[in-house]
């Protein structure tokens, strides 16, 4: 008869996803057995089984070889659940929180074993479809108003990081940061309509094809499509 402790470790453990009958994930969780199928979790994700009902919910699992991969490979879903536009009703980021680890070689193959089944199930969609969602988010207003956004970078600029920027600017940069204006001066091309929208147009590019991530002391931008590392998470901190 096995003893509690080897009853734990023969456990076999999963990440599953679950998606609405359009393949939209709205929850990410860790488990074994039967937990997946369970329906009970909180008040969001409770509602979203009964509206749509039990028996159209699609789950997708990948076995994990530990409690600790599962956590880990938790944690990783929901991050790039979220920087796809998908809400979640999960009330947290997932695991037990594991800052500063790093992807290893088997944590990259399953992650992308994953990613295939996603793709294929068409939940991930095309760079076009990532793009409309993220439009689409900014119009119900969920990032916030102009003036919260301000208010958030002007709280985000601490004496630390301003002292920083400054330490950066130094003095071969503030020169050639004059020569180029003159430059652009004598050339007639800085500030004219047309450059305005080249430089508009940049900045959007830019912004739809980039987020930002945090591991809670730094933050750092990446590219859409990109994994994100261990131990970092959406978002910025303040």
Known sequence: MLSPQDKYK???????????????????????????????????????????????????????????????????????????????????????????????????????????RLNAAGITGTKEEQSERLRKLNATGAMGTKKERSERTHKAWTPKRHASAKASWTPKRHAMHVKATRRMHAEGTIWTSENRAKQSKRITELNLNTFWITNGKSNKKLNRGCAIQLGWRAGRAI
């Open 10 to 116: 023969t456990k076999q453990y999963y990440v599953y996803v679950k998606c609405r009958p359009d393949g939209k994930p709205f929850y990410v969780g860790k488990g074994h057995a039967g937990r997946a199928d369970a329906t009970k979790r909180n008040p969001h994700h409770d509602n979203v089984v009964k509206k749509y009902g039990k028996e159209n919910i699609l789950i997708y699992k990948l076995n994990c070889q530990s409690e600790k991969q599962a956590f880990e490979y938790e944690i990783w879903m929901i991050a790039w659940c979220k920087t796809q536009g998908h809400r979640l009703t999960n009330m947290t980021d997932g695991g037990e929180g594991s800052s500063g680890c790093k992807q290893n070689q088997e944590f990259c193959m399953a992650k992308s074993k994953l990613m295939r």
